[in-house]
T-cell receptor, first 115, second 111 residues
Framework: GAVVSQHPSWVICKSGTSVKIECRSL??????MFWYRQFPKQSLMLMAT?????????EQGVEKDKFLINHASLTLSTLTVTSAHPEDSSFYIC???????????FGPGTRLTVL | QQQVKQSPQSLIVQKGGISIINCAYE??????FPWYQQFPGKGPALLIA?????SEKKEGRFTISFNKSAKQFSLHIMDSQPGDSATYFC??????????FGKGTSLLVTP
């Protein structure tokens, strides 16, 4: 099956620092990747849609200058949380769409804790 | 606005029983309906998905039933096992677009 990886799996940082999370599709090329945020015992909230070679589309209420998304290749998208604050602590999950099957496959997630 | 409504919120089933989770949607543009299984601290794993041109799809112990006219779809887990205890999410979207998730169902299968 399709495999999506994320790195790092967890990160702890001080308030005010920036954190970059990588999302890779390992065995297929993904023209579209999605970034989600999930709070404990809640569903996934779409943050943005990332299209290779173009600007990301952000959902209402998501600050594009705070959550920078770069989809530089067909297998890699990155999410940078800039000037992180404790309220940004969450579980961030990416997904990649396989254009041949239309299936959306999720990475294992990144647990971000901002002190 | 919740585009996909999922029920029940939690479910307890005895080992060997059938677990049934239901979802409903309104947007007729949706044409891809996957189910995901998520364990604590892990990303969701795609279990099974269906498109509206079929009414049922089975993969192993997992079956999706789809009712296009009622705009409802459900997941049936046959012969439920303790290892199936997880949170299950239904989702729906138009092809190529982001998924709209249900709120999730926490399933506990007791020995």
């Amino acid at each position: 099956g399709a495999v999506v990886s994320q790195h790092p799996s967890w990160v702890i940082c001080k308030s005010g620092t920036s954190v970059k999370i990588e999302c890779r599709s390992l065995d297929f090329q993904a023209t579209t990747m999605f970034w989600y945020r999930q709070f404990p015992k809640q569903s996934l909230m779409l943050m943005a849609t990332s299209n290779e070679g173009s600007k990301a589309t952000y959902e209402q209420g998501v600050e594009k200058d705070k959550f920078l998304i770069n989809h530089a290749s067909l297998t890699l998208s990155t999410l940078t949380v800039t000037s992180a604050h404790p309220e940004d602590s969450s579980f961030y999950i990416c997904s990649a769409r396989d254009p041949f099957t239309s299936g959306q496959y999720f990475g294992p997630g990144t647990r971000l804790t901002v002190l | 606005q919740q585009q996909v409504k999922q029920s029940p919120q939690s479910l307890i089933v005895q080992k060997g029983g059938i677990s049934i989770i239901n979802c409903a949607y309104e947007n007729t543009a949706f044409d891809y309906f996957p189910w995901y299984q998520q364990f604590p601290g892990k990303g969701p794993a795609l279990l099974i998905a269906i498109r509206p041109d079929v009414s049922e799809k089975k993969e192993g112990r997992f079956t999706i039933s789809f009712n296009k006219s009622a705009k409802q779809f459900s997941l049936h887990i046959m012969d439920s096992q303790p290892g199936d205890s997880a949170t299950y999410f239904c989702a729906a979207c138009p092809s190529g677009y982001a998924l709209n998730f249900g709120k999730g169902t926490s399933l506990l299968v007791t020995p």
